[in-house]
């Protein structure tokens, strides 16, 4: 089983859902980083349940506990070593559906992968298990505290409701003025309805999310295998419940004329810069200095408190009505997340640009 992601920066996350703990092992962090723990408890209490009526209302404190790796704030260079323990874990309310394959979930998957359970709630194959991403991903954005570079992410559009095109030069604060993490707020209340409505229903829906890098120097990424749109597209794929991933005008751009679609390049202030962005920051898998731009798709969750028709694990016929604690919709809270995995990626990027450049 693959729990590893990065090349010189690499994560190791361990745990299940409905286990005692889950964290991680983050190595290959620079000795002498200074970890900023107030933003790992803020990142964390951004992804946290039980913060909106139509999120789950499982309870967590979420509180992160270093083992390993780091003294009086900083890093030793070492392997940092940490868990967030699970206090709100309820494997009772699964019982009743433990020899139910779920529809849409990954538990019929994982059986005929492993010949057994993946555990109550779906243990590895949860959301919850990510949750050490969040807190690598603060870490890597504190190696990246000397670079230009900023990760911002936002909501663009939740079931068929997206935000305005004409949107541009989206700040935090525009962001996170609502607890959708949506930038337009007559979409944002749109929105809302669209997700009460739901709630009410006992059904879910999906959506999407913008990320914009900014301040990537050119350069970063490797021209085959490593392309640095892969290596995003990686990270952001093994997020549950994601069903795509597009960078730059993604798949617009295969209804557009070469002339309409290449990038001018000119030069201001001794500076390469596009006229455009339509590649979205990155030129045959490595960054051209502009800013990189990509949009990830979510399913609509499966967990859905309606009557449904499946398999029990001897393969017979049955029907199915989930409980317990679930997401109307992920979509806002997996915000902190995606901008974690695109820091991680970013900054294990750079530490290889490093190694290349060493003399």
């Known amino acids: 089983m693959v729990n590893t992601i990065g090349n010189i920066l690499r994560l190791t996350t361990f745990g299940e859902s409905h286990g005692p703990a889950i964290g991680g092992v983050l190595d290959g962090c620079p000795a002498g980083t200074v970890i900023d723990e107030q933003e790992i408890a803020l990142q964390l209490q951004?992804?946290?349940?039980?913060?909106?009526?139509?999120s789950s209302s499982r309870k967590e404190t979420d509180q992160v506990e270093f083992i390993s790796g780091i003294e009086k704030g900083v890093a030793l260079g070492t392997p940092i070593c940490f868990m967030v323990r699970n206090t709100g874990h309820q494997p009772k309310d699964y019982e009743n559906i433990k020899e139910v394959f779920r529809p849409s979930h990954a538990d019929y998957s994982w059986f005929a992968k492993f010949g057994a359970g993946s555990g109550s709630g779906g243990?590895?194959?949860s959301a919850r298990v990510l949750l050490p991403a969040v807190v690598a991903g603060c870490i890597a954005r504190d190696i990246l505290r000397s670079t230009q570079v900023s990760v911002l992410a936002w909501v663009s559009s939740i079931g068929t409701v997206q935000i305005s095109d004409m949107l541009l030069d989206i700040t935090p604060e525009m962001v996170h003025n609502n607890?959708?993490?949506?930038?337009?707020?007559?979409?944002?209340k749109e929105m809302l309805r669209l997700l009460t409505t739901l709630k009410k229903a006992g059904d879910t829906t999906g959506g999407t999310i913008i990320c914009r890098i900014s301040g990537v120097p050119a350069g970063l990424g490797e021209p085959v295998f490593g392309k640095l749109h892969a290596s995003l597209a990686h990270a952001m794929m093994g997020i549950n419940s994601v069903k795509a991933f597009e960078y730059g005008s993604g798949f617009e751009a295969?209804?557009?004329?070469?002339?309409?679609?290449?990038?001018?390049?000119y030069v201001k202030k001794g500076t390469v810069h596009t006229r455009s962005n339509h590649d979205g920051g990155i030129n045959g898998g490595i960054s051209n200095g502009e800013d990189i731009l990509f949009r990830i798709a979510f399913k609509p969750i499966p967990s859905v408190h309606l009557e449904q028709k499946t398999l029990d694990t001897r393969l017979k016929p049955v029907s199915v009505n989930i409980s317990g604690r679930h997401d109307t919709c992920v979509v806002p809270r997996s915000v902190t997340l995606v901008e974690s995995l695109a820091n991680l990626v970013i900054a294990d990027q750079f530490l290889m640009q490093k190694i290349r450049n060493f003399k």
């Open 123 to 125: 243990g590895r194959t």
């Open 46 to 54: 951004r992804r946290m349940t039980a913060q909106s009526s139509f």
């Open 254 to 265: 295969s209804r557009m004329k070469g002339s309409e679609y290449n990038d001018a390049l």
């Open 179 to 188: 607890e959708l993490n949506c930038p337009d707020p007559l979409a944002a």
